[in-house]
Structure formats: structure tokens, C-alpha cells
């Protein structure tokens, strides 16, 4: 037993903890869609569905309120899949010829 041994006693027994580096979580990134004059509804729809994965319904919602308020926030990533995003977002409608925007912001 460790009492028994010389010079040590039942209170010479300690617990070693070690201690976890604090790390904090990266920043997020708001997507957001802008509404323009020239860009067909039914365009924005079809980007909503494809690159952010929306049902037909949900991309029609929020297709009217980019229409209606002039942006939306179509969804929130990490900076490099928002960094992706966008530049998908912004290719497809350039290949389109359609002046679609879309941009990001830290949230």
C-alpha cells in the first residue's frame, strides 16, 4: 500500500489534469441574394434550388422577399463554402447573362 511506504501519506495523492487550449469557433458568413430589375423571377428560383438545396417552395418564398425588401439572407456558412457559393452564384448568372448579385458579410 503507498501509506506504507517511507515518507508518504494517504494525503501526498494529487490529481493531474491537463488543460484544453480554448479554441474558438470560426466566423460565420451570411450569403445574401440582391434583387435587380433584369433578372427573371423563375432564374432565382433555379439558383435558390441548386446551390442552396431549397424546395421549389421555399425558393419561390424567398425569391419574393429579395424581390419585395431588395435582399435576402439565402443562408450562413463558413467563409470558404460562402466564398463558394457566391462565386457558383454569381457564374451561373453570368453565364446566363443575367445581372443576378450576391454577396456575403460576416454574421
Not at 446551390?51 to 429579395?66: I, K, P, Y
Not at 425588401?69 to 457559393?85: I, L, N, P, Q, Y
Amino acid at each position: 500500500m503507498m501509506a506504507d511506504a517511507p515518507g508518504k501519506t494517504d494525503d501526498d495523492t494529487g490529481v493531474i489534469q491537463k488543460t484544453k487550449p480554448k479554441t474558438q469557433k470560426p466566423p460565420l458568413y451570411k450569403v445574401l441574394l440582391l434583387n435587380d430589375d433584369y433578372t427573371p423571377m423563375e432564374f432565382v428560383v433555379h439558383v435558390l434550388e441548386r446551390f442552396f438545396g431549397m424546395t421549389h417552395a421555399q425558393s419561390f418564398e424567398l425569391m419574393l422577399v429579395v424581390h419585395k425588401k431588395g435582399v435576402a439572407v439565402v443562408g450562413v456558412f463558413s467563409h470558404e463554402v460562402a466564398e463558394t457559393k457566391v462565386a457558383q452564384v454569381m457564374d451561373f448568372a453570368r453565364r446566363h447573362q443575367h445581372p443576378l448579385q450576391c454577396t456575403m458579410e460576416k454574421e
